[in-house]
């Protein structure tokens, strides 16, 4: 399974960006989709998630009310839609699936079997 993501910028505090990332997996449309982030000398932290369907989507409180995370199964791909961006934003964002598909874990980076090479965002004050 390949996981490309894309989107990532420069943008000043207040402006918006949509990350991409693509699957290459055929069922992808079985799985849990999760977006992480890591900035330096930080841990991968949890951003959102999306369960298979679509219909239930979970949110780190750091970005609950900014942050979308939707997906497209007919296209493999899910989406994250980040408004109101913030200088504490800046990071690497990855994008991961999640094949076993443990509810109790979706926030879980351990819990993710494939991850996308990440896409830099970067939030200037």
């Known amino acids: 399974v390949q996981l490309q993501a894309s989107g990532g910028g420069l943008v000043q505090a207040g402006d918006s960006l949509r990350l991409s990332c693509a699957a290459s997996?055929?069922?992808?449309?079985?799985?849990?989709m999760g977006w992480f982030r890591q900035g330096p000398g930080n841990e991968r932290d949890f951003v959102a998630a999306?369960?298979?369907?679509?219909?239930?989507?979970y949110y780190a409180d750091s970005v609950k009310g900014r942050f979308t995370i939707s997906r497209d199964n007919s296209k493999n791909t899910v989406y994250l839609q980040m408004n109101s961006l913030k200088p504490e934003d800046t990071a690497v964002y990855f994008c991961?699936?999640?094949?076993?598909?443990?509810?109790?874990?979706?926030?879980?980076?351990?819990?993710?079997?494939?991850w996308g090479q990440g896409t830099q965002v970067t939030v200037s004050s």
């Open positions: 991961a699936l999640d094949r076993g598909g443990i509810l109790s874990g979706i926030r879980d980076p351990r819990n993710y079997d494939y």
């Open positions: 999306i369960r298979s369907s679509g219909g239930y989507t």
């Open positions: 997996e055929r069922s992808f449309g079985r799985y849990h």
